[in-house]
């Protein structure tokens, strides 16, 4: 646009010209502003609906591809569902022929067992042949003849040996009671009465005793002897291998008391031997009662 020539007029005037001019170029550039403005904006609208043409055109082919994922989906699970199936039909199938294989080997021996059952009854009835069969019979009753003569054989030995048996088990007790009593004998075999004349008795007594000699102190031991005097009075006389010499045990002064326990035992056995067994001593009367060995 062509700009306006400044007249000549009178000072206010030529300032509110010149003012107005101003402001008239300044719309002017203002308008060649929102043109280009508008032109950008129209490119920008423009690409706009490029872009939205392009995206309507990517979602119709979303949508295309979506319904055609839901037709793979459909046909997948329908592939899946006939999969299934043949499986289903596969597994029938081996478990047909494992149970027709079975079936078969089932009459395979069914069928091995008739004929060895048709020629076992064959071999009874003796074939075509009567005089093979009664021979065949004769044979079976001759077996079972000795089949029951050798049982009842064996019956006789089994009774013969049973009071075998029986015999051994008494004289198994017999000699179990008598190996108890010789046990008992020799536990007691060394309480021996060795020597007897009028008064005195000299019995070997069944233990080791220690002794100690009066005049050194020293102490020994060794095997004694009981002296026994019809009164009551006993002493024990061991021997003293040092000075080889017999050693004569004295009571100490006052007297030795006897303690109610050995009076207590004294008592009983005396009274069950001489009133209970009517003076008879058993074995089991002489097992020793030795506290010592106990209390060692």
């Known amino acids: 646009m062509d700009q306006l020539q400044p007249l000549e007029l009178n000072n206010h005037a030529a300032d509110t010209l010149e003012a107005f001019i101003g402001q008239f170029n300044d719309m002017i550039k203002d308008s060649d502003r929102m043109a280009e403005t508008i032109n950008h904006l129209n490119a920008k609208l423009e690409d706009y609906h490029h872009h939205k043409n392009r995206a309507e055109g990517y979602a119709n082919q979303i949508v295309d591809m979506e319904k055609e994922i839901g037709d793979l989906q459909e046909e997948l699970e329908e ?13 029938a ?42 021979e065949q019979i004769k044979r079976l009753k001759d077996k079972g003849k000795e089949k029951d003569a050798k049982n009842s054989r064996l019956e006789r030995e089994a009774k013969q040996y049973r009071h075998e048996i029986q015999d051994l088990k008494v004289k198994q007790n017999q000699a179990i009671e008598k190996i108890k009593h010789l046990k008992l004998e020799k536990q007691n075999m060394d309480f021996t009465g060795l020597f007897h004349k009028d008064d005195h008795h000299l019995i070997l007594w069944p233990q080791v005793i220690t002794s100690q000699n009066a005049d050194t ?42 303690p ?10 005396l009274f069950n031997v001489n009133v209970t067994q ?3 001593v058993t074995p089991r009367d002489l097992a020793q009662t030795d506290l010592n060995s106990k209390a060692a």
Not at 95 to 118: G, I, V, Y
């Open 278 to 280: 009517d003076g008879n």
């Open 260 to 269: 109610k326990d050995v009076q207590q035992f004294a008592e009983d056995w």
């Open 93 to 134: 199938k081996m478990k047909l022929e494992k149970d027709n294989q079975a079936l078969t080997r089932e009459l395979e021996m069914s069928r091995n067992r008739a004929k060895e059952l048709q020629r076992q009854l064959n071999e009874v009835k003796g074939g075509d042949n009567p005089k093979k069969l009664r």
């Open 217 to 258: 102190g020293e102490t020994h031991q060794s095997r004694a002897l009981l002296h026994m005097h019809q009164s009551g009075t006993a002493r024990l006389i061991s021997y003293d291998m040092d000075n080889n010499a017999i050693v004569t045990h004295k009571a100490p002064a006052g007297g030795v008391r006897i």
């Open 79 to 91: 592939l899946k569902g006939i999969l299934l199936t043949a499986e289903k039909v596969a597994h």
